[in-house]
């Protein structure tokens, strides 16, 4: 049996980021059909919503939408009605839900209130960028501001999980661990940042390595991604991280957002350990 594909309508007041991800969330259960995605962001006038009704007119299917506007919802939720296309608000119950809790109706509706620029989005930028000066060890000076310092081979997705904290407002350096080249004598001298050490199989780092040759054309037989060479490395890793007491996580089987989930957990123990003795 072949996969199936539908027609998946996304429209929003804001940046539509809230519906991509929710929508994601539930595809991924369905391994078989897939979502042809229709993103309209920024709807907040008819005009906007009626060339948005076009579209799902043309290609009927599952419509999901972020309206703070109850008379834009209204006229969605008509058009959808008419095309024979079932739809939802995403917000909605939640704001229900919230009004039933706190005996009163939100504000003034703000579409996009969550992206203003507060002290949480500066926040955020602050860590990005100092994320992105001291990644994979660029820049060696600064690093007790760090929030959180990644530790591992190469191919242990340091990077790409230090940015997903930046963007979760943690500021984060990542060192790589390079064989015969020893840590600088700082890193252990440091207090503020909690210091995690990534593990991942040899056969996972192997393969990674071996794609990642391949997409630069190199030479493929290498140490770099010789199994037993490889394994040593993750074993020499292993032991610094011990010896130091380290917290670890292997990321062979986690993504990059559980990866992230557990060292946030890890950074509010450490804080807490931190305030205590300070």
């Known amino acids: 049996m072949g996969r199936r594909y539908f027609h998946l309508h996304l429209v929003s007041d804001s940046t539509g980021e809230t519906l991509i991800a929710a929508s994601r969330a539930v595809s991924a259960q369905y391994q078989d059909v897939s979502s042809i995605e229709h993103i309209y962001p920024l709807i907040r006038s008819r005009a906007q919503l009626d060339r948005a009704i076009n579209d799902i007119d043309a290609a009927p299917g599952i419509v999901l939408f972020t309206l703070v506007d109850k008379d834009l919802s209204i006229r969605l939720e008509e058009a959808c009605r008419e095309s024979g296309s079932p739809c939802l608000s995403v917000l909605h119950p939640i704001l229900d839900l919230f009004a039933s809790y706190l005996g009163r109706t939100a504000s003034t ?42 530790l591992g081979v190469s191919r242990t997705s340091k990077t790409p999980t230090s940015i997903y904290l930046a963007n979760r407002g943690i500021k984060t350096a990542n060192i790589p661990l390079v064989p015969h080249v020893p840590l600088s004598p700082a890193v252990f001298a440091l207090q503020n940042p909690l210091v995690v050490g990534l593990l991942a199989s040899p056969e996972r780092i192997v393969q990674i390595r071996q794609n990642r040759l391949l997409s630069l054309k190199a030479e493929p037989e290498t140490p770099y991604v010789d199994r037993v060479s490889v394994a040593e490395e993750i074993a020499q890793s292993r032991r610094l991280f011990a010896q130091n007491g380290w917290p670890t996580i292997d990321v062979t089987r986690r993504s ?6 557990a060292i946030i957990d890890l950074h509010k123990v450490h804080r807490m350990k931190f305030i205590a003795q300070a």
């Open 256 to 261: 990059i957002e559980e990866t992230a989930a």
């Open 109 to 150: 509706p703000r579409p996009g209130a969550q992206h203003v620029l507060n002290a949480d989005y500066f926040k955020r930028i602050d860590a990005l960028n100092f994320t992105m000066m001291h990644d994979d060890g660029q820049v060696g000076e600064g690093l007790e501001q760090a929030d959180v310092l990644l």
